[in-house]
Nanobody
Framework: QVQLVESGGGLVQAGGSLRLSCAAS????????MGWYRQVPGKQRELVATITGSTRTFYPDSVKGRFTISRDNAKNTVYLQMNSLKPEDTAVYYC??????????????WGQGTQVTVSS
């Protein structure tokens, strides 16, 4: 099995910064795309950032220019640097990994979520 464990959430004032980390462990052959979603109560989970195995990145307009996703393949870890945070960024942030556990088996795995709260 594969586990993804997030860290780095917390409370920050508007305009501040946070850095989230997500480390994958377990039976890992390779990790393809990794990324971050966020969710607030009563709303659908929304994409925040993705990074492919070749380090191509994608951001929605809502975070473009403020958030940066990166990965350390040696550590099976993905990071999300969040700058210029706004109260509307408040949510539970979930990381995911598109993980190959063997040459032929590939699944999506999710972390447990970490709360980010931005005060005005």
């Amino acid at each position: 099995q594969v586990q993804l464990v997030e860290s780095g959430g917390g409370l920050v004032q508007a305009g501040g910064s946070l850095r989230l980390s997500c480390a994958a462990s377990g039976t890992i052959f390779s990790i393809n795309a990794m990324g971050w979603y966020r969710q607030v109560p009563g709303k659908q989970r929304e994409l925040v950032a993705t990074i492919t195995g070749s380090t191509r990145t994608f951001y929605p307009d809502s975070v473009k220019g403020r958030f940066t996703i990166s990965r350390d393949n040696a550590k099976n870890t993905v990071y999300l640097q969040m700058n210029s945070l706004k109260p509307e960024d408040t949510a539970v942030y979930y990381c995911y990994g598109d993980v190959s556990i063997t040459y032929a088996q590939r699944h999506d795995y999710w972390g447990q979520g970490t709360q980010v709260t931005v005060s005005s």
